[in-house]
């Protein structure tokens, strides 16, 4: 079993993704998720770290697979495996639990009657759910105040603007949980709209927004370091 197949057996990396394979059919939660292989809901989330050096080698840094569905109960799930090939390290998880946001599987347990759906996981980064009437997201305890003071200058910038939309404004944050909260706005995700009819409008529209929101006049944005991103 392969959730790498892209990686043809003459790439260099492909040592390291057969050990990550072998390690991740032996774990006792893919057990769990093994019946889900072939169902419909069910979502993978995959990524990889590659380091070039100074010789053109790729060295592996991590990689992780993500195993997310809802059950017929509506209830979500996710299993998330890591890999670190320098540490040797193999590690298994089931949501809530996430060594890198520690604040989400308490507050989850704690909230479980006011946590309507999780509605994004990206493992070690965010956790996107409806609370209430809210939208709430979990992220990094050393990014959370930052990412929150930009939505709100781009709210800011936004009630000064004339513009044909709408963005989910912000309206607060709970630094202990390193939880911000936005308002619910309706509508669905694009991919789930377009049509042989429609594709050319709302790609259209959705390049127009991107370029208003890029246009908008901003105080204390700071520079995009595109290295420590890739980083």
């Known amino acids: 079993m392969n959730f790498w197949s892209f990686l043809e057996p003459t790439h260099k990396l492909y040592p390291d993704i057969q050990i990550f394979n072998k390690r991740l059919e ?48 509506k209830l979500y799930k996710s299993y998330t495996f890591f890999y670190t090939p320098k540490k040797d390290l193999f590690e298994g998880y089931e949501f809530p639990d996430d060594p890198w946001l520690p604040t989400a599987s ?50 800011d910038a936004l009630r000064n603007e004339r513009v044909g939309f709408d963005i989910a ?28 009819t429609n594709i050319n409008d709302l790609l259209y529209r959705v390049g127009k927004i991107n370029s208003q929101i890029h246009s908008l006049k901003i105080d204390n944005i700071p520079y995009w370091d595109q290295k420590a991103f890739l980083d």
Do not use: C, W
């Open 106 to 155: 308490p507050f989850f347990l704690k909230e479980v009657g006011n946590v309507t759906k999780v509605l994004h996981y990206i493992p070690r980064y965010r956790i996107t759910f409806q609370y209430k009437e809210l939208i709430g997201k979990i992220m990094q305890k050393e990014h959370i105040e930052n990412a929150y003071q930009k939505l709100v200058r781009v709210s």
């Open 169 to 196: 404004s912000t309206e607060g944050i709970d630094e202990m949980q390193s939880i911000y909260y936005q308002r619910s706005l309706p509508g669905k995700a694009i991919n789930l709209l377009l049509t042989d």
């Open 26 to 73: 032996k774990h006792h939660l893919f057990q769990k998720v093994t019946p889900r292989l072939k169902d419909n809901n069910l979502t993978l989330r995959s990524l990889m770290k590659v380091k070039l050096e100074v010789s053109g080698k790729l060295k592996l840094k991590r990689l992780y697979s993500s195993f997310q569905f809802h059950e017929r109960s």
